[in-house]
Antibody, heavy 118, light 108 residues
């Protein structure tokens, strides 16, 4: 069974940093591209970052986080990461890791809540 | 960036009735459209890809149609577990992958 378990969320002050992790199991992690998708309270999902399979050398970011967030993966540890810096109030959301199957996000974790507030 | 819109924002339906949800893309996306279902407190769940192909385990009362810019998700004979928010998403032109704002299917 495919499982994605996020961790690392919490309360952080504006301007602060946080590192999210996603532990994957039940599939060959290195074979899949992975993504972070966030959802602000009462809003729809917002894709924020992508990393390619195997090498993890190709990354993409939404304009809203470009230059502040960094995605990475460790195929030995079957883990996905999101380093978040210069956090703003508008970054408050539930952050999901999502596996990209052939084309679509076919499995999602349960999410971790990030709250940016003073 | 391709903008996705959905209508209506809320759809009130009685159990056993049919629900028809619409999704429109700001430009031609062929059939590169997915639908997701999200229940309160849960993560989104993939229902349909390729505009009309149901994901594994999705009941056949869910069907998707459309191509180009206009798409429809139809739920025939709504069950209690189908009351949720539904999102469409395009994946032809990325980054970014873009989602619609969602349609809430509520009990009438």
């Amino acid at each position: 069974e495919v499982q994605l378990v996020e961790s690392g969320g919490g309360l952080v002050q504006p301007g602060g940093s946080l590192r999210l992790s996603c532990a994957a199991s039940g599939f060959t992690f290195s074979s899949y591209s992975m993504n972070w998708v966030r959802q602000a309270p009462g809003k729809g999902p917002e894709w924020i970052s992508y990393v390619n399979s195997v090498t993890g050398t190709t990354t993409y970011y939404a304009d809203s986080v470009k230059g502040r967030f960094t995605i990475s993966r460790d195929n030995v540890k079957n883990s996905l990461y999101l380093e978040m810096n210069s956090l703003r109030a508008e970054d408050t959301a539930v952050y999901y890791c999502a596996r990209r199957g052939t084309t679509v996000f076919d499995h999602w974790g349960r999410g971790t809540l990030v709250t940016v507030s003073s | 960036e391709i903008v996705m819109t959905q209508s209506p924002a809320t759809l009130s339906v009685s159990p056993g009735e049919r629900a028809t949800l619409s999704c429109t893309a700001s430009q031609n996306i062929n059939n590169n459209l997915a639908w997701y279902q999200q229940k309160p407190g849960q993560s989104p769940r993939l229902l349909i890809s390729g505009a009309s192909t149901r994901a594994t385990g999705v009941p056949d009362r869910f069907s998707g149609s459309g191509s180009g810019t206009d798409f429809t998700l139809t739920i025939t004979s709504l069950q209690s577990e189908d009351f949720a928010v539904y999102y469409c998403q395009q994946y032809i032109n990325w980054p970014p992958f873009t989602f619609g704002p969602g349609t809430k299917v509520a009990i009438k």
